[in-house]
């Protein structure tokens, strides 16, 4: 799934990008109950900003909350 939100991003959808940064937020991918899959605050930090910038409202408050807990 993270491949295509990836390629729907660049295409200034502010939802793909929001959905690609819970690819990699450790709250997300721990309520899907995935295995196998690595989180990375960083990474998520970097695309919630990016789905900010592009209207998302909802990706602010994951952004403070992995901010919170030291990603940059």
Same mark, same amino acid.
């Given at each position: 799934?993270?491949?295509?939100?990836?390629?729907?991003?660049?295409?200034?959808?502010?939802?793909?990008?929001? &959905?690609?940064?819970? *690819?990699?937020?450790?709250?997300? %991918?721990?309520? !899907?109950?995935?295995? $196998?899959? #690595?989180?990375?605050?960083?990474?998520?930090?970097?695309?919630?900003?990016?789905?900010? &910038?592009?209207?998302? *409202?909802?990706?602010?408050?994951? %952004?403070?909350? !992995?901010?919170?807990? $030291?990603? #940059?």
């Amino acid at each position: 799934a993270r491949l295509l939100y990836q390629r729907a991003a660049p295409a200034g959808s502010a939802e793909a990008t929001a &959905a690609v940064a819970r *690819t990699y937020d450790p709250e997300a %991918l721990a309520r !899907l109950g995935t295995s $196998g899959i #690595r989180p990375d605050p960083e990474t998520a930090a970097i695309w919630y900003r990016r789905a900010i &910038a592009l209207g998302d *409202t909802g990706s602010a408050k994951r %952004l403070r909350l !992995l901010e919170a807990n $030291g990603a #940059r």
